[in-house]
């Protein structure tokens, strides 16, 4: 069973940047999308960001783009660099992963196999 593991949440000023990182961690797992997901209380989960590991490819929610840059540094890590953060950026966040036997939009919750526990993300104004 592929565990991720999420880090770099934390409290922050309107503003400011937070870096959040995820690792699988089965070495061998070969994830096609690692995706960062985010739920504020109350709302549903919402694509953040994606990353696509054969080519590279990202892909970005609108309310990002911009603002928000996703990297790959290993076939099983991703990063998101947060920067001009909002207080509407506030929410869990969520590491999700999936390799070639998943199908379907990237920026759907339901086509990922793992997931992270979380970390929060707190933008105050």
């Known amino acids: 069973q592929v565990q991720l593991v999420e880090s770099g949440g934390g409290s922050v000023q309107a503003g400011g940047s937070l870096r959040l990182s995820c690792a699988a961690s089965?070495?061998?797992?070969?994830?096609?999308?690692m995706t960062w997901f985010r739920q504020a209380p109350g709302k549903e989960r919402e694509v953040v960001a994606a990353?696509?590991?054969?080519?590279?490819?990202t892909f970005y929610a609108d309310s990002v783009k911009g603002r928000f840059t996703i990297s790959g540094e290993e076939k099983t890590k991703v990063s998101l660099q947060m920067n001009s953060l909002k207080p509407e950026d506030s929410a869990m966040y969520y590491c999700?992963?999936?390799?070639?036997?998943?199908?379907?939009?990237?920026?759907?919750?339901?086509?990922?196999?793992?997931w992270g526990q979380g970390t929060q993300v707190t933008v105050s104004s």
């Open positions: 089965e070495e061998t797992y070969s994830p096609t999308y």
């Open positions: 999700a992963a999936r390799n070639w036997m998943r199908s379907g939009a990237w920026s759907s919750a339901a086509t990922y196999s793992f």
């Open positions: 990353f696509y590991h054969p080519t590279g490819a």
